[in-house]
């Protein structure tokens, strides 16, 4: 089995910052891509960031020149930054990680994608 759990969330004033920590453990031989999503009240899940095991990151625009998403590969960690939080940043933050639970897998270059349970970001205005 292998288990995402996010950190860090919280309420914070507009212009303030959150740093995001997400851990994934378990049955893992390697962890390609990881990232962020959130899901707004009442809207959808949305692309917040992303990185590869190489350290290539894409941003939403959105999100761009604010928040900054970054690894430890050898601790299966993934970290959002987040400064200059506006209120319409107010959501669940979800961190996900593609992840080969075993040679075969990794040799296919096939991975299951996991997620974590969502951590709350609220931004008061």
């Known amino acids: 089995q292998v288990q995402l759990v996010e950190s860090g969330g919280g309420l914070v004033q507009a212009g303030g910052s959150l740093r995001l920590s997400c851990a994934a453990s378990?049955?893992?031989?390697?962890?390609?891509?990881m990232g962020w999503y959130r899901q707004p009240p009442g809207k959808q899940r949305e692309l917040v960031a992303t990185?590869?095991?190489?350290?290539?990151?894409n941003y939403a625009d959105s999100v761009k020149g604010r928040f900054t998403v970054s690894r430890d590969n050898a601790k299966n960690l993934v970290y959002l930054q987040m400064n200059s939080l506006k209120p319409e940043d107010t959501a669940v933050y979800y961190c996900?990680?593609?992840?080969?639970?075993?040679?075969?897998?990794?040799?296919?270059?096939?991975?299951?994608?996991?997620w974590g349970q969502g951590t709350q970001v609220t931004v008061s205005s």
């Open positions: 378990g049955s893992i031989f390697s962890i390609n891509e």
């Open positions: 996900n990680a593609d992840i080969a639970t075993n040679s075969l897998m990794q040799a296919r270059r096939t991975y299951f994608r996991y």
């Open positions: 990185i590869t095991s190489g350290g290539a990151t």
